[in-house]
Nanobody, 124 residues
Framework: HVQLVESGGGLVQAGGSLRLSCAASGRAFDMYSVAWFRQAPGNEREFVAAVSWIGSRAEYADSAKGRFTVSRDNAKNTVYLLMNSLRPEDTAVYYC?????????????????WGRGTQVTVSS
């Protein structure tokens, strides 16, 4: 089992940056692909980015491409989401999720382990 805790959210002005962290506890975290999802009020949870278990492959939603970067440090059991050029529409609760698979997927149903989320608010 893996437990995930997100941090790094907050209030930022449009155009600013934030770096989210997803700290994992448990064994063999380096055998899990990890994804970031987000959910805004009234909206469904949507895929943002994901990274494979050794960090060699990343996937991004179209809305994140060119602005967000997902990375991981398996020595620290942590996955990061660096978000640049933030927009008000990026406002949401951001969740990290993990599953024991080699390659990441964009489907929320594929992930067995979830954190509780961290709020990101982008003001205009």
């Amino acid at each position: 089992h893996v437990q995930l805790v997100e941090s790094g959210g907050g209030l930022v002005q449009a155009g600013g940056s934030l770096r989210l962290s997803c700290a994992a506890s448990g064994r063999a975290f380096d055998m899990y692909s990890v994804a970031w999802f987000r959910q805004a009020p009234g909206n469904e949870r949507e895929f943002v980015a994901a990274v494979s278990w050794i960090g060699s492959r990343a996937e991004y939603a179209d809305s994140a491409k060119g602005r967000f970067t997902v990375s991981r440090d398996n020595a620290k059991n942590t996955v990061y989401l660096l978000m640049n050029s933030l927009r008000p529409e990026d406002t949401a609760v951001y969740y990290c999720a993990a599953d024991r698979q080699v390659s990441p997927t964009v489907l929320a149903s594929s992930y067995d382990y979830w954190g509780r989320g961290t709020q990101v608010t982008v003001s205009s």
